[in-house]
RNA sequence: UCCCCGGUAGCUCAAUCGGCAGAGCGGGUGGCUGUUAACCACUAGGUUGGCGGUUCGAGUCCGUCCCGGGGAGCCA
């Protein structure tokens, strides 16, 4: 017996006969004489219409078929005589799999994506949720389509870190000793204080000094009480770092990078997109669009304080002030990527004293060679950097910001031995989606979000 | 962590000034129909998030806790 996906016989080009299709119950309607069951197997966002004759062996149990349930339909593929649809499946026989009572939460209506949240396990249903997740599959495969494309190896760093200190936020420490230990962290399974990453680029910048273009794409853990939209104490993060390229060609790659899973996604997942322009963004499309097409702004930071200070002195309304020297606001990030730009912007050349240490020291000895990708809606997007490749700089820049050298000795050794200029970037994987998609919320691109408080399925 | 908003049937929501707890969808029953989130009629379904208080009377007012959301900070 023959079972192809629904995606495959609703693209084809000719009718099929004997074939099995299975999959779950969107609807049922009833006819006289027979049932219509929408059938949708998570192949893609179109169901496919079952006519189900009551004579058909298994039909008995079509009243037990309710939203929901998993079900098997032999039968022909035929040209549907009815307007909605180009093809249907005639059933010649229906089973029962797994019914659905009629608690089923999921209706054939709207949901809210609060609720949806909370039932974390059947929303991959609904048609929008089913969407996104194939849109997820096919981003994740551009993002290694891009970079085995250009010339990158793909390196797997540690998610277990004994560095307390990567200077990105608050880490989950992980410990194999007994919840009532009394024992320090020298009696734990690794005879040091462990931790979850929170990047792998320090990790990764060896791999880049000896591979040349290395990226990885996997789990960061942040411990940061961060109730937004935009954030998750779990998320995918890629990162791609890159001997011999400075700031300039660092944000080129990103460039492109962003580039070429935009045009990915509207060359594959064009169905599924207009799900989201309809529903969730107008804007969906036209901005995929944009940026595959456009060039990105790139601003100086110095310059973007200056805009800033030059649209609020044209009568826009910051409630926070705008000077050199300190981190550009939510609001300041907005209006340069959605008001004044309306597309994505880079930032670059930060102050100093506001970005980590690893960052390189520009000639002006002020600012460091830092880049930040804002995008309209969801705000940062990319967060790089040139690396400080002179080990005297380093140094000192570690010392300036009262961290210890000494866990960082392989770090600084890289410095020592045939250091050279590279540089490389962070890309959230989920506030990609969220860009893409229009879904205003991170914790509705992930299958099951963690967030403060939230750690359910 | 701070500020604001919310929690009523399986789901989405309504309930005037504190005065009988409601509708649509979903379920059941019956009808109708190559139907398209089908349609029509009937029907079942409630600890109004928890605890405490004010009151003749609380979904509604007060206190407190829990949960959720939005905004901010932090960041990707």
């Known amino acids: 017996m023959h079972t192809p996906s629904i995606k495959t016989l609703?693209?084809?080009?000719?009718?099929?006969?004997?074939?099995?299709?299975?999959?779950?119950?969107?609807?049922?309607?009833d006819a006289k004489g027979f049932s219509f069951l929408e059938l949708n197997d998570g192949s893609c966002l179109a169901n496919l219409q079952c006519v189900v004759d009551e004579a058909v062996p298994g039909a008995q149990r079509l009243k037990e078929i309710l939203t929901g349930a998993a079900v098997a339909v032999q039968g022909d593929l035929v040209p549907s005589p009815a307007k909605g649809q180009r093809w249907e499946l005639k059933a010649t026989s229906l089973e029962l799999i797994g019914p659905a009572p009629e608690e089923y939460p999921l209706q054939k209506k709207r949901h809210s994506d609060e609720f949806l949240r909370s039932i974390a396990h059947l929303?991959?249903?609904?048609?929008?949720?089913?969407?996104?997740?194939?849109?997820?599959?096919?981003?994740?495969?551009?993002?290694?389509?891009?970079?085995r494309t250009q010339g990158f190896v793909h390196v797997h760093t540690p998610i277990l870190t004994g560095s307390d200190c990567e200077g990105a936020g608050e880490l989950f420490r992980v410990t194999a000793l007994p919840r009532d230990s009394k024992e320090g962290a020298a009696a734990d399974f690794f005879g040091r204080e462990a931790f979850l990453t929170v990047s792998g680029q320090l990790e990764a910048e060896p791999l880049?000094?000896?591979?040349?273009?290395?990226?990885?794409?996997?789990?960061?853990?942040?411990?940061?009480?961060?109730?937004?939209a935009r954030h998750a104490a779990e998320f995918w993060m890629i990162e791609p770092e890159m001997a011999f390229f400075d700031l300039t060609a660092?944000?080129?790659?990103?460039?492109?990078?962003?580039?070429?899973?935009?045009?990915h996604l509207l060359e594959h997942c064009a169905a599924d997109l207009a799900l989201f322009n309809q529903w969730v963004d107008p804007q969906c499309l036209a901005r995929l669009a944009q940026v595959a097409q456009e060039p990105f702004e790139r601003l100086e930071y110095r310059e973007a304080v200056r805009l800033l200070q030059a649209a609020r002195d044209a009568g826009e309304s910051f409630q926070y002030p705008v000077a050199f020297g300190t981190d550009l606001q939510t609001e300041h990030e907005r209006y340069l990527a959605e008001k004044k730009f309306g597309k994505p912007v880079f930032l670059y050349n930060y102050p100093a004293s506001i970005k980590p240490f690893y960052m390189r020291v520009n000639d002006d000895q002020n600012t460091v060679a830092a880049m930040d990708l804002l995008v309209p809606t969801v705000g940062?997007?990319?967060?790089?950097?040139?690396?400080?490749?002179?080990?005297?700089v380093l140094q000192a820049r570690m010392q300036a910001q009262g961290l210890d050298p000494a866990p960082y000795w392989w770090y600084l050794e890289l410095r020592k031995f045939g250091s050279a200029p590279h540089a490389g970037f962070g890309l959230g994987f989920e506030r990609l989606l969220m860009f893409v998609t229009g879904i205003p919320n991170i914790r509705d691109v992930i299958a099951y979000p963690r967030t403060p408080g939230n750690l359910e399925f």
């Open 208 to 228: 880049a000094l000896s591979l040349g273009k290395v990226y990885t794409f996997g789990p960061t853990f942040r411990a940061e009480n961060s109730n937004t």
């Open 123 to 147: 929303r991959p249903r609904t048609n929008k949720f089913g969407a996104l997740f194939r849109i997820r599959s096919e981003a994740s495969f551009a993002v290694h389509e891009f970079f």
């Open 380 to 392: 940062e997007l990319i967060g790089g950097s040139q690396r400080e490749e002179r080990l005297e």
């Open 10 to 29: 609703l693209d084809g080009e000719s009718p099929v006969s004997s074939i099995l299709v299975r999959g779950w119950v969107r609807t049922r309607r």
């Open 250 to 263: 660092n944000m080129e790659l990103a460039e492109a990078f962003v580039k070429a899973v935009a045009r």
